[in-house]
């Protein structure tokens, strides 16, 4: 079983559309269009499932690079998602500089 990443999909493209885009070339077990948890509107990319490595092989050789409507397909293995560093979603810790305080002028009396 290898997991396939589809990226520069056009947002109208559904599942069943992505299923069939790579169902000419083997089994497709599964096929996933990635969309915004908010919206529900596709963020253009998805992921494809396919039995056989080998077939696996030749969607992703033919079809990178392709045009699929109107848009240049990006197609290759999908790598496991990397741990997210921080734990809670990148909202940077340490901002430089110092907000306030002890600044110099007005009415402070340090």
């Given at each position: 079983?290898?997991?396939?990443?589809?990226?520069?999909?056009?947002f109208?493209?559904?599942?069943?559309?992505?299923?069939?885009?790579?169902?000419?070339?083997?089994?497709?077990?599964?096929?996933k269009?990635?969309?915004?948890?908010?919206?529900?509107?596709?963020?253009?990319?998805?992921?494809?499932?396919?039995e056989?490595?080998?077939?696996?092989?030749?969607?992703?050789?033919?079809?990178?690079?392709?045009?699929?409507?109107?848009?240049?397909?990006t197609?290759n293995?999908?790598?496991?998602?990397?741990?997210?560093?921080?734990?809670?979603?990148?909202?940077?810790?340490?901002?430089?500089?110092?907000?306030?305080?002890?600044?110099?002028?007005?009415?402070?009396?340090?």
């Amino acid at each position: 079983m290898k997991k396939i990443y589809v990226g520069g999909l056009p947002f109208s493209t559904t599942e069943d559309e992505l299923n069939g885009l790579f169902a000419s070339y083997g089994k497709v077990s599964s096929a996933k269009i990635i969309t915004d948890k908010f919206s529900g509107q596709s963020r253009g990319f998805g992921f494809v499932e396919m039995e056989d490595d080998g077939e696996a092989t030749g969607a992703m050789e033919k079809l990178n690079g392709s045009d699929f409507g109107g848009r240049k397909l990006t197609v290759n293995e999908a790598r496991p998602m990397e741990p997210r560093s921080g734990g809670k979603g990148g909202f940077g810790g340490g901002r430089g500089g110092d907000r306030g305080g002890r600044g110099g002028g007005g009415f402070s009396k340090w």
